[in-house]
């Protein structure tokens, strides 16, 4: 057990393909946290992380002899993949979701900003819920880099693997999502302020 | 605070906060259940293919030995009386390998042939090993050959063949049996067949016979 801990990713991989149960368990239990957060940063969902964690794994069970080591890591196959699940399930998703639930990206943002109480979001956590709802709004090409970027600190390279483009791809589209996400949070920032003045004169008069 | 650097922060703290979330454990569970159903899967089939083999092997073997039998049954028939007595008077005909080929009696072969073209163009008979191995031994020394008969050619004249004549060994597209009634093989339309065609003195091509 000792032994296969100190095992490549590829390694395990190999020994899982020949039946190894064991090496199953280990790569699964190395891997799967960045593909559930990764899945759940993408949807939103943790239903669909799940699913997706499952389908990826999965995946590799029966389709694993396509990975090829000399292309990239086995970390990076495996988010390819799940990008690729997680894609297909939102496409699914969108068509069966009710119209009313549907709407632009620019609107659930305002939507997502309005919806917040200024003086509940001077709180971190409703910060990082406001940060978490504009991530989910951007564009799935501009939220996918934000995430395997700045969320899950994979490297450019990687993401450039992951996402099968150029690097300056990434980080263009990494600069656009950034200018998003300031546009989307900003007028939450603004409310703060106004709230906390609010707050402030409020105790003046008290 | 600049908004870049609000937003980095935001993100870290996202980030931070997802950290340990990690897929339920039932996801896990599930994932080695379907790994054991797999191996069993993958091992049943392995017995199954390995029966089909031997079947495979069996039923093979029993083809080469009926093939075998018919091949020597059919020999047996070559040998039938009326066609050993033909088979006696062939000798006669046979040339050493060394000589030219006894053109006459080719010459007369084609009249033959000739005098009732329409039957010998369209539905040329394939000549058996046993009985045609001494006429393919004048042409070449492989003795192994099957030839067809001499098909004539359209601007046939025997009576050129009386004064010699050559045969040369060419190879044709497997297309040219079709332009003689001869059935081709599509799966192998693009290979050579070996064919001797037969020169008059006049040095025109006055038949042709196919050699497998």
Known sequence: ?206 | MNDEEMLTRGLKALAAEMEPLEAPETVEAKLLAAFRAQQKVVQMPRRQSNARYWLMAVAAMLLIAISVVVFRWNAGRIDSPPQQANKQEQPQNIQPENKRPSLEQFAINVENQTSNPLPQRRKPRRVNVASYRPETAQVANHTNEIATDFIPLGYMNAANLQDGGQIVRVKLPRSALAKFGLPVNMDRYNEKVKADVLFGVDGLAHAIRFVQ
């Open chain 1, 1 to 206: 057990m000792n032994l296969k801990n100190d095992l490549s990713d590829s390694e395990l991989l190999r020994l899982m393909l020949a039946g190894d149960e064991e090496s199953l368990a280990l790569l699964y239990r190395r891997r799967q946290g960045g593909i559930y957060r990764f899945a759940l940063q993408m949807s939103g969902s943790k239903t669909i992380a799940e699913d997706v964690t499952q389908e990826v794994f999965l995946f590799l069970m029966r389709e694993g002899h396509v990975f090829d080591p000399v292309k990239g890591s086995l970390s990076a196959f495996l988010f390819g993949v799940t990008r690729n699940h997680v894609l297909r399930r939102l496409r699914v998703e969108q068509l069966l979701a009710p119209l009313g639930d549907e709407g632009d990206d620019d609107v659930s943002a305002v939507q997502a900003a309005t919806d917040l109480c200024p003086l509940e979001d001077l709180t971190r956590a409703e910060t990082i819920e406001s940060v978490r709802k504009a991530v989910l709004s951007l564009p799935s090409k501009y939220r996918e880099v934000v995430v395997l970027c700045e969320l899950q600190d994979v490297s450019y390279v990687e993401t450039a693997e992951i996402l099968g483009c150029a690097i300056g791809t990434v980080r263009s589209r990494l600069h656009r999502a950034r200018a998003l996400l300031l546009a989307k949070l900003r007028p939450v920032a603004e409310i703060e302020e106004t709230g906390s003045a609010t707050v402030k004169s409020a105790r003046c008069f008290a």
